[in-house]
């Protein structure tokens, strides 16, 4: 698909092939001070001796590897665009009955279980997690990106099926659900991928971030649509309420918004089917020319290499913790008087915030480049003291912090800032890292621990749903263990380096 988009003219390389050298003597690899050209090899070989050999004379670089083409294209951007928003309606979807629990309690008599269960496929659909990397490692973007959201359709679909038995439609949109939740490991995992597959190393960040961000704005949009569009049974709604009918009228307003969201996924995955291609032309960087390591071999690097272990640890267990939070907020807020829109509002701009945020710091992150780790360091204390502020505040028992509706939004506000724009940070780091291990890999299996933590803690509010102390809680400790982590991290950056010192 990536050669129809391209013209000839485009297709052609960015540099002349470089010239037939003779074979090298055995006793002499210099000629005049150069390196004589060898035959490509696997890129960890070609990294190490690169790396070796530049330290000692940047001149000393292969000519092959200076030879690479190096070439953006301007199509880059609808591409991101096309799976920044699939990312969007994922998450969209996925929050859809987290903001209006209570008006869905009435419509279609959902229990605690079920609520929280909807909520909780979100992380169920991550199972199959390491299905989607091998896809992505052997197929490549488009086909993966095309099965999810092929998937997405469906689960949006069954949603939508008008079954008038009201335990059937219950489970149609329990289905619906989780395969939603099966597209989760692509859009959160792929960012990464995408941006060095299509984006030159001064852009990969920002990419990284619109990328793996804007999934997080759908869910956020979800609590500004919900209490929006659906009235709340307590009339806290900014929808009036039908008097005599308000189950039905609530349902009927559930229903639109189930219809609408249906016909947003099925409109980007034709937009996906004929204008997403696998990748360009030519690549944009010596890293994303370089070769990869295999499926196989790239596991046991990443479970061998103790200081991926922990910082993946960093990252999965506070975002998993923040991520399950998030999705029943308005569930937690209840008890401290908040209104289902109030709550709402709470959860966008926390979302909205880190998104933005997230967006910026990337972009000052590929401009200053080799400060990911004391980015993370800031961005982490900051989410340590807001979610101290935000728990504290709902003890009112016991610590008596002033309960309004101004602390609730500053102290959830800033805590989504910090927590949402570390993502592509960690995301960026993590590659850096285990370089040369495929991106799509390294990123699905710390989103896999990330939605295994948000799994377990779903699961125990199930149990535990009738008291939320224990849940609040959850979020400092979480972020404090993790700058302790990042705090004993050792940073490298070996993709960046074979990227600015091979390609000069």
């Known amino acids: 698909m990536g050669l129809e988009w391209s013209s000839p003219e485009e297709r052609e390389p960015l540099l002349p092939p470089p010239p037939t050298l003779p074979p090298p003597s055995p006793h002499h690899h210099h000629q005049h001070g150069q390196l004589v050209q060898r035959p490509a090899g696997a890129a960890t070989e070609v990294a190490t001796r690169v790396a070796s050999r530049s330290r000692r004379s940047p001149a000393a670089a292969p000519s092959r590897l200076a030879q690479l083409p190096g070439r953006v294209y301007g199509r880059r951007w609808l591409v991101l665009l096309l799976f920044s928003l699939l990312g969007f309606v994922q998450g969209l979807v996925w929050n859809t009955w987290g903001p209006i629990q209570n008006s869905a309690r009435q419509a279609f008599a959902f229990s605690s279980l079920d609520i929280a269960l909807l909520v909780f496929w979100g992380p169920i659909g991550f199972v199959p997690c390491f299905a989607f990397m091998w896809l992505m490692d052997k197929k490549g973007l488009r086909v993966t990106v095309l099965l999810t959201s092929f998937l997405m359709v469906l689960g949006a679909g069954l949603r939508c099926v008008p079954v008038p038995a009201q335990e059937t439609r219950k489970w149609l949109i329990h289905g619906g659900q989780l395969l939603n939740g099966l597209a989760g490991p692509t859009v959160t995992s792929a960012a990464p991928f995408l941006s060095t597959t299509w984006f030159s190393p001064d852009e990969r960040a920002t990419a990284t971030a619109v990328a793996s961000l804007i999934g997080y704005l759908g869910g956020a949009f979800a ?11 307590n009339g806290t709604s900014t929808v009036p309420l039908e008097s005599g009918s308000s189950p039905e009228h609530i349902k009927d307003h559930i229903e639109t918004v189930l219809y609408a969201e249906f016909g947003i996924v099925a409109l ?47 990252y999965s267990i ?44 990337a972009r000052f992150a590929d401009f200053i480049r080799g400060m990911l780790k004391l980015i993370l360091l800031l961005l982490l204390s900051g989410a340590t003291l807001s979610s101290i502020w935000f728990t504290l505040t709902c003890i009112t028992t016991v610590i008596h912090l002033p309960l309004t509706t101004a602390t609730l939004y500053a102290s959830c506000i800033l805590l989504g800032v910090f927590l949402n724009s570390s993502v592509p940070i960690f995301f960026e780091l993590f590659v850096e890292t285990v370089y040369p291990v495929p991106e799509g890999i390294t990123c699905g299996v710390v989103t896999f621990l990330s939605n295994m933590f948000m799994g377990v803690l779903l699961f125990f509010l199930t149990f535990y749903h009738e008291e939320f102390s224990w ?17 004993c991290f050792r940073e490298s950056y070996d993709r960046l380096y074979l990227d600015v010192v091979v390609s000069v």
């Open 471 to 487: 849940f609040n809680w959850c979020l400092p400790g979480s972020c404090l263990l993790s700058l302790l982590l990042v705090l």
């Open 268 to 314: 980007i995955f034709s937009a996906t089917l004929a204008f997403f291609p696998s990748r360009p032309p030519f690549p944009p960087s010596v890293a994303a020319a370089s070769q990869r390591l295999s499926y196989r071999r790239s596991f046991c690097r990443l479970l061998s290499n103790s200081r991926f272990l922990m910082i993946a640890l960093a």
């Open 318 to 361: 506070p975002l998993g913790v923040f991520a399950g939070w998030s999705g029943v907020l308005d569930w937690i807020l209840t008890p401290a008087h908040v209104s289902q829109v109030d709550a709402g509002w709470i959860g966008f701009w926390s979302i909205v915030g880190g998104c933005v945020f997230g967006v910026a710091l």
């Open 223 to 233: 609590f500004l649509v919900g209490p929006l569009l659906v009235p709340g049974p």
